[in-house]
C-alpha cells in the first residue's frame, strides 16, 4: 500500500509533526508572505468583536494585531507552534488571550455557539478534513457570527489543477495540500443549511491567497 506521503493524503499527526518542525523558522518563512491575510481578517474580525476562535493560531504571530477589547481563544495541532504563542502571550502581556490550546480543528471540545467569530488563518488546506472541520466552525459560532478565512484556493482545472495535483506528495510532507478548488467550498456550504457565502474576494497583491467570509444564520 503506498504511503500517506506518496498519496498526498495528510493524516492528523503528520500535518503536527510538520507544524512542529516549522515551529523554529514559521515567522520568518511565513511573516510577511501571509501579513495581508492576517490584516485583512483581523479587520473583518474586529468588525464584528466580541469572543473571537483563532484556529491554527500557529506561533501567535497575529496575537498582538488584535485590539485589546477583543477577547481570544487560539489552538492549533502543532504543540511546538504553541510554546511560541504562550511565550508571546507572556512577553507581550496580552491578557485578552483567554486560552492557548492544543486542539484539533476537526474535533473542537467548546460548546455550541461559544463564538462570535472563528478566523482560520491558512488553515482549512492544511486539514485532513476540511469540511469536518468547516462544520465545528459553524456549530461553535453563535448565530449571526462569521467563520473568516484567508486560503489559497486552487484551480482545480486545467493546467495549474495538473501541477496542483502533482505537488500533492511534496506539500503534504510540508503539512498542507495544494489541490483544493473553490468547489469544495459550494459543495460544503450548499450541504450545510447554517450558511451563508458573505464574501470571497482575491488578496493583494498577486491574488494568490483569498478571504473568504460565511455567516452563521439563525434558525428558521
Same mark, same amino acid.
Given at each position: ?6 498519496? #498526498?493524503?495528510?493524516? /492528523?499527526? +503528520?500535518? *503536527?509533526?510538520?507544524?512542529? =518542525?516549522?515551529?523554529? &523558522?514559521?515567522?520568518? !518563512?511565513? #511573516?510577511?508572505?501571509? /501579513?495581508? +491575510?492576517? *490584516?485583512?481578517?483581523?479587520? =473583518?474580525?474586529?468588525? &464584528?468583536?466580541?469572543? !473571537? ?6 506561533? +501567535? ?160
Amino acid at each position: 500500500m503506498a504511503s500517506n506521503a506518496s498519496t #498526498g493524503e495528510l493524516r /492528523t499527526a +503528520g500535518v *503536527a509533526a510538520a507544524y512542529d =518542525r516549522w515551529a523554529p &523558522i514559521y515567522d520568518f !518563512v511565513f #511573516g510577511k508572505v501571509f /501579513t495581508t +491575510g492576517r *490584516a485583512e481578517s483581523i479587520e =473583518r474580525a474586529e468588525a &464584528i468583536g466580541g469572543r !473571537v476562535l483563532e484556529v491554527g493560531v500557529g506561533t +501567535g504571530i497575529s496575537l498582538p494585531q488584535y485590539s485589546r477589547h477583543v477577547r481570544l481563544v487560539g489552538i492549533d495541532i502543532a504543540d511546538a507552534m504553541l510554546d511560541k504563542a504562550r511565550e508571546r502571550v507572556r512577553e507581550l502581556k496580552l491578557d485578552n488571550v483567554e486560552e492557548i490550546a492544543v486542539m484539533d480543528a476537526e474535533h473542537l471540545t467548546y460548546p455550541d455557539d461559544s463564538f462570535d467569530v472563528v478566523v482560520a488563518q491558512y488553515v482549512v488546506t492544511a486539514v485532513p478534513d476540511p469540511e469536518a472541520a468547516l462544520d465545528e466552525f459553524v456549530r461553535v459560532i453563535r448565530p449571526g457570527g462569521e467563520i473568516i478565512i484567508t486560503t489559497r484556493i486552487g484551480a482545480g482545472k486545467g493546467l495549474r489543477g495538473q501541477i496542483e495535483r502533482r505537488l500533492m506528495p511534496l506539500t503534504s510532507r510540508l503539512g498542507w495540500r495544494t489541490e483544493f478548488p473553490w468547489s469544495r467550498y459550494e459543495a460544503w456550504a450548499a450541504s450545510n443549511a447554517r450558511v451563508e457565502l458573505v464574501e470571497n474576494r482575491p488578496l493583494p497583491p498577486m491574488g494568490h491567497f483569498s478571504l473568504v467570509r460565511y455567516r452563521k444564520t439563525f434558525p428558521a
